[in-house]
């Protein structure tokens, strides 16, 4: 087993991003569960991450990267990456948050926006202001609303 060495200001030479996921989770003492937890994904896609058997999703990578400190570069590349202190308050960590479903902004203000309604599968475009006004009605009815940026 690698050793992970939190108190060391060098950057680690772990050779993958799973290895990288691994010695966080490790050096802060968590299991796979309470990372997943944090993570708002299921212990086997930690476990299948840090085995390298699937790579993270961009939207993962990012929630990696922050939970983390770092910049998702480093993460995903290992250049500079260092193992972050732990959170101070683990459960901080695991607060619960809405996620909005799925919106997809547009570049201009003239543009329209792609609202996608994961209950009944429709889509619609919606000008900027009736497509927040959807996703407020999303997160008033307690359902999960992600936005998309493409």
């Known amino acids: 087993m690698k050793r992970f060495d939190s108190n060391s200001d060098a950057p680690l030479s772990v050779s993958s991003l799973g290895d990288r996921i691994k010695a966080v989770r490790l050096t802060w003492r968590w299991s796979q569960e309470e990372m997943a937890e944090a993570l708002r994904v299921d212990q086997a896609s930690i476990s299948f991450w840090e085995r390298d058997k699937i790579k993270p999703s961009g939207s993962a990578i990012v929630a990696l990267a922050s939970l983390f400190r770092t910049s998702t570069d480093a993460l995903e590349e290992g250049t500079g990456f260092r193992i972050p202190d732990p959170p101070s308050h683990p459960e901080s960590a ?10 997809s902004l547009p570049a201009g203000s003239e543009d329209v926006v792609m609202v996608v309604d994961l209950a009944d599968g429709s889509s619609k475009g919606k000008q900027l202001s009736e497509a927040m006004m959807s996703l407020v009605q999303g997160v008033k009815d307690s359902r999960r609303v992600w936005v998309v940026l493409e």
């Open 94 to 103: 695991k607060v619960d948050r809405e996620f909005p479903r799925s919106v």
